[in-house]
């Protein structure tokens, strides 16, 4: 099961979100609307609305709030791909040219802003501030992760724990919201909203590991963006914090030699340490033990399709090499 | 009559604005404490919090949503601030180190985002969506008039009237939001309420071309920022769009030249040339008209003590020398 084949289930869903996003951001500016343009080109896995409306669907009737709720997570996850951009450096996005490259930094620092109004002036569309409070709240997160990240930076001491705080706020506080939200607008009751999150919060922490380790192992053909930007701005993930954990004191040092080296081959000599090691392993390990954790934190609801699709996901995330 | 004065007599309720502020920015990561702390340090005039203020005792009795609405446009005005200091590159803000110059471009980036995310997660605690629409509303603009900006970036040919649209949606259509809602949440009724934002739009304009005219010939000791900033950025304003329509073709090449010219004294330059012209004072004369739109827009109100403060207040915005 592919996230494409899951995505096929809710094909018409997912087409009213997009033309919902585009709508969204029209604006009578034509130069807003060339710039808007750039985004659509990067549109990538719809994970987040998909488990808005699989989520929603799971545990009853999708309702056009949903459209909205599905549109309003993929913006917010769009505009920090766009302010991660201008964050990371990165040249290669989605195969694509990002838009600090093609546009400036100033260009990419408005559009990601521009995403981020919009996606709360078009929550606010909703007949309870309940959404938005979450939407609100949840962002909060997302940028402390971000801002504990770069704290970390280049520190080689980066312990798991910290390592896993990054991660749930950066990443997976959304796919726990998306859950919740997709949840409480089907009418979901207050246990069933909580099982939803869970599930989103763990499938989300899988899925950023799986991230972090394609980083460091994935073919940048397949994954379709610039590899090793982890390292290159001094982001330690799991595999290399395992590492340096468990590693003999002599190849610990080795280790923390080359990633402070600033030598362009780094990567390479990085990968091929790691896959000498158990590090991977180890951080495949750990995926697959959120997604065991996501997968439970469904056991309780009903057995329906939607469920089902769900439980495929979290298999998916953590086994992808996209 | 200045700002300071007229702060003076709602000390009280901008006092509950500030601890607002911060306990909102609070987190439970002290990484982001300490860059939120810089943040207060650039804490400005509070103009927009006290037109909110003001609008609402202007048409009623203040409540308790009106503290949180001036928090959230603060902190929305705060965000631009953080954001133009990475488009700008400024080094000097407020008297004080910017963010960017301070810890980098990245945390300038988070920073602005994480007030952008509260400013939204504030404004969800309230009762209604009616705020979160308008905000989220008014936010698009002014990302709108940003992009609008940097799309006619060295455009010498820029007319006025794009100039015009530019300020209006960048600044001052956050100004009419604060005091529509500041009449909104203070029962006023809806010709009331329109009549508020129409002063907020006209005042919001004057004081956007007054901060323009200073740019190019305020003193940089009292302004407490660069100055000259607009033109090293490739921003046209008022004063030199004007002299560019009017002066003769030899001036004008000669103006021309100048701003093309990647020289470190051309704001000096371009200084002499237009205080010999009368372009600064069209650009005053114009705030002026803005002033006297923003008065006439509260000739229908009671005649109160806060009615009397605003009206002090459009005047103050177009002669201030900070």
Not at 145 to 153: A, N, P, T, V
Not at 202 to 225: E, H, M, P, R, Y
Not at 252 to 279: G, H, T, Y
Request: aromatic share 4%.
């Amino acid at each position: 099961m592919t996230l494409a084949l899951v995505n096929e289930t809710i094909k018409k869903e997912l087409a009213a979100v997009e033309q919902l996003f585009t709508d969204e951001l029209g604006s009578d500016l034509g130069c807003v609307n060339n710039l808007v343009k750039h985004v659509s080109r990067f549109r990538g896995k719809m994970l987040r609305p998909t488990l808005v409306l699989l989520a929603g669907k799971s545990c009853g009737e999708l309702t056009d709030a949903h459209a909205v709720l599905a549109t309003v997570v993929e913006m917010v996850h769009m505009a920090t791909l766009v302010h991660d951009d201008v964050l990371d450096e990165a040249e290669l996005r989605r195969k694509g040219a990002t838009i600090n490259h093609l546009r400036g930094n100033e260009a990419a620092v408005l559009l990601g802003d521009y995403l981020i109004s919009h996606s709360f002036h078009l929550c606010s569309s909703l007949d309870s501030q309940f959404a938005s409070r979450i939407i609100g709240r949840t962002t909060n997160q997302v940028c402390e992760g971000e801002l504990l990240q770069i704290h970390h930076r280049n520190n080689l001491d980066l312990d798991e724990e910290t390592y896993f705080q990054i991660i749930r706020r950066k990443t997976a506080s959304l796919c726990a919201t998306c859950c919740l939200l997709g949840a409480k607008y089907a009418g979901a009751s207050e246990v069933r909203m909580s099982q939803l999150e869970l599930f989103g919060l763990s499938l989300g922490t899988a899925f950023q590991i799986q991230d972090d380790i394609l980083d460091i192992v994935g073919d940048a053909n397949t994954v379709g963006k610039t590899l090793g930007l982890d390292l290159e701005k001094g982001k330690l993930t799991l595999p290399i914090i395992h590492y340096l954990r468990t590693a003999s004191p002599q190849k610990r040092e080795w280790m923390r030699s080359i990633v402070e080296n600033q030598s362009p081959d780094r990567i390479d000599a990085v990968r091929k340490l790691l896959l000498a090691s158990d590090s991977i392993n180890y951080a495949r390990h750990c995926a697959g033990d959120h997604v065991s954790r996501a997968r439970a934190a469904l056991a309780d609801l009903p057995d329906t399709k939607s469920k089902r699709l769900l439980d495929a996901m979290a298999e998916f995330v953590a086994d992808r090499a996209v």
